[in-house]
Structure formats: structure tokens, C-alpha cells
């Protein structure tokens, strides 16, 4: 009886020990359930989270580039109310370039933003002018400090308005200047690229800074200024000898006028490119035209006080025309042909004028009085505006301003 006590009570310890583990055993299974499942929940969302991220960034970034893009070629349409640093700007419509539904999950809404990190209006100062050293070389002056505006992007999803993403980067908008690097030129009033010589009639020079005539390539001994009335003034050449088109514009002949009809379509009462064509002139509020043809005569003064200075450009089609008498010019007279003769009528400039070339016969009654003119003048606009004046824009995305946080 004893033996079957002890068999019973061994039996018991044996199934409770059984029981014990079966619990363990099902309790870490169901642990490791529970965590594997909770594993594949927090996979799925992060797998989504992702998957939402990348979309949105995608779609700003998409905006942004469109941002980037519409500025090149759109800056003059934008507009702030003041200019100062830190305003922003939305364009109306822009954002209606961009599809609303995208590829995947969800659909975004985007915002395009401008906005200004330097205020547009400088002041107006114009740094000073030194004295010249006695050889005719063209003062500059710095350009302006350049404009920096931060295009901003941001997409936020349709259903999901807590999923958004802003990326931005910054552009900055330079003027490079037309007279070799500013937009002062200080030149003599008479500029030739060569040798001057057959002067005939009165020509009057007053000298700009003791200079009267300066040539840009030649050796000032082939300067013979005949009759000329020079004033007191000098005659001098450029230390490094250059074309008359780098020397005044600093730029080669073959690209000069190009430069110059681009920049006359944004300043149509200052710049003229005169040619044999009047199609190819853009409208103007005054009407100013060439007659008589290839080396006809330029009728009416460039003298409104408001516009000046005036870019008055002879092409090589047009030759040499005569300044009509009595016709005032304020600003620089070009002549990209080499006529060898010239006549340059009775008119009154103020400036300087640049002939390309040789003169090898002057015939003229014209007065020139030597003036330094800045270019930029007139040109500072106080609405809201960016307005570069007559020089060229150059646009560079700053490297190092990517944001996407």
C-alpha cells in the first residue's frame, strides 16, 4: 500500500511539471507572437511613412524645380510691395503649372514663394570717381551688391493636411556691367580704335578728366587732330591695346550687337540699334529713324532729361551717318563700321563718341563735350521691382543653399 502512495504521488508531480512547461511554453509563443506581430505592424507603418515621404518630397522638390525654372526667364514679373529684405511673394498661377495628382498614395497641393534675403533699393549711392592717371583708361565702378531670393516650395498632401514637405534654395541675380565690368564710362569724348587723321572743318572737343582723344589700339602719334579745337585737351592710348568694343563695352564685336539688341528690348527709349531695316526696331513712344540709307542721316535729339543716357548704335549696315545738325545726344555714339571717312554733321554730344577703326577723313561741324555717364541712372525702381537697369542679368544658384527641412 505504501509503494502505491508513493507511484500516485510521483505520477501527480510528473503531469503538474507536464503542465508547468506546456504554460511556459504557450507563454513565450505568445510572446513571440505578440512581438512579431507587433514588429510587422511598426514595419507597415514605417513602410508607409517612407513610402508618404518620399512622395512628398518628391512633389516639392518638383515644385521647387519649376520655381527655379519660371525665374530664369520671369524675374521681371515679380513684384513686392516695399523690396525689403525678408518680404515674400507668391506668383498668381504658377502653381497651376504643377499637376495636382501625383503618381502613388495620395494627391499634394503646392505653394510657390519668393522670397527677398537683400532688399532691392540700394540707396542710390554711386561710389566716386578718382582722378585718372594721364592714359585713357576707363574708370569702373563695382556693381551693386547682386540681389539673393530664396525660392521656396512646399507640398502638402489632399487627404493627409498634417503630410507636407518645404524645400527652398537661393538664386542670385547679378548685373555684369556694359562698360567693362561697371556701368560708369569715363572714356574720352573722342574714342577711335585706330589712327585719326583729314580732319577738315571746326570740330569742337571739350575734354572729359584732360583727355580729348584717345585710341584704343593705335600709337597716339597717328593721331593728327588737324583742325580739331581740342580744348587744352590730350591725346592718349589705352595702356593694353584692345578693340574699341572691349575697350567700351568689354565685349567682342561679334557678340556686341546682340547684347545690345536684347537689352534694347527691355529699354526701347534708351537704346537704339540703328540699322537699314526699321522692322527690326521695337516699338517706341518716340519716333526716331535713320534717312538717306547707308550713311544717311540720324534725325532727332536724344535729350529727354529723365531718360538719359542714351546708347545711340550704328551698325555695321548703316555705315557712318551724319548727327543732324543741331541734334542733341546725351549719352555714348557708336559706330561699329570702319568708313574711313566720316561726317559727322553739326550736332551736339554729350559723352563720347566711339568710331571703329581708322578715320582717314573727318568732314564734321559737330561738338562733342566729354561727360561721364552712369548707365544705371534713372534706372532705380522703389516699387517692388527688380530692375537691373541696361546691363545684362546673370542668375547663379548659391552652392550649399538646398533646404529641405
Known amino acids: 500500500m505504501e509503494g502505491n502512495i508513493r507511484s500516485s504521488t510521483a505520477t501527480g508531480r510528473g503531469g503538474f511539471a507536464t503542465l508547468m512547461i506546456t504554460v511556459i511554453l ?11 506581430a507587433r514588429a510587422g505592424l511598426f514595419e507597415q507603418k514605417y513602410a508607409g511613412l517612407d513610402m508618404r515621404g518620399k512622395e512628398v518630397h518628391a512633389a516639392a522638390v518638383g515644385g521647387l524645380e519649376l520655381g527655379i525654372q519660371w525665374f530664369w526667364t520671369n524675374w521681371p514679373q515679380l513684384s513686392w510691395s516695399s523690396g525689403s529684405a525678408g518680404e515674400v511673394t507668391e506668383p498668381a498661377g504658377l502653381v497651376d503649372q504643377l499637376a ?52 521656396i516650395s512646399t507640398a502638402t498632401a489632399e487627404a493627409d493636411s498634417h503630410v507636407a514637405k ?28 585706330g589712327c585719326l587723321r583729314g580732319v577738315m572743318g571746326n570740330p569742337a572737343i571739350h575734354p572729359n578728366n584732360g583727355i580729348a582723344i584717345g585710341t584704343t589700339s593705335a600709337d597716339p602719334s597717328c593721331i593728327d587732330s588737324g583742325s580739331f579745337d581740342l580744348h587744352g585737351g590730350a591725346i ?12 567700351i563695352f568689354g565685349l567682342p564685336a561679334e557678340h556686341l550687337e546682340t547684347r ?27 519716333d526716331h529713324s535713320l534717312n538717306g540709307g547707308q550713311h544717311g542721316d540720324w534725325q532727332g535729339s536724344l535729350d529727354d532729361a529723365s531718360r538719359r543716357p542714351y546708347i545711340l548704335y550704328f551698325t555695321a549696315a548703316a555705315g557712318c551717318p551724319r548727327i543732324g545738325d543741331g541734334t542733341a545726344v546725351y549719352g555714348l555714339v557708336y ?3 570702319d568708313c574711313g571717312s566720316h561726317d559727322w554733321g553739326g550736332g551736339n554730344i554729350h559723352g563720347t563718341v566711339a568710331v571703329s577703326g581708322s578715320i582717314t577723313a573727318l568732314s564734321a561741324t559737330a561738338t562733342v ?36 527641412f
Open 26 to 36: 504557450l507563454l513565450v509563443a505568445t510572446i513571440a507572437t505578440l512581438t512579431v
Open 100 to 151: 495636382v495628382a501625383e503618381a502613388g498614395a495620395d494627391s499634394y497641393r503646392h505653394s510657390l514663394a519668393y522670397e527677398l534675403l537683400t532688399p532691392l533699393d540700394d540707396g542710390g549711392a554711386v561710389p566716386a570717381v578718382s582722378t585718372p592717371v594721364p592714359v585713357m583708361v576707363p574708370v569702373v565702378v563695382p556693381v551693386v551688391v547682386p540681389v539673393v531670393v530664396r525660392v
Open 260 to 286: 545690345l539688341r536684347e537689352i534694347e528690348q527691355r529699354e526701347p527709349e534708351r537704346v537704339y540699334v540703328v540699322d537699314l531695316d526699321d522692322s527690326n526696331n521695337p516699338p517706341r513712344q518716340h
Open 369 to 404: 563735350h566729354g561727360q561721364a555717364w552712369n548707365f544705371r541712372e534713372g534706372e532705380r525702381d522703389h516699387t517692388g521691382r527688380i530692375a537691373p537697369g541696361l546691363a545684362m542679368v546673370e542668375i547663379l544658384q548659391l552652392p550649399g543653399s538646398w533646404r529641405d
Open 166 to 193: 518645404t524645400v527652398s534654395a537661393d538664386l542670385m541675380l547679378g548685373r555684369v556691367g556694359l562698360f567693362h565690368g561697371g556701368d560708369l564710362l569715363d572714356a574720352p569724348p573722342l574714342v577711335v580704335e
Open 236 to 247: 592718349a592710348t589705352l595702356t593694353e591695346p584692345r578693340t574699341l568694343s572691349e575697350a
Open 335 to 337: 559706330y561699329a563700321a
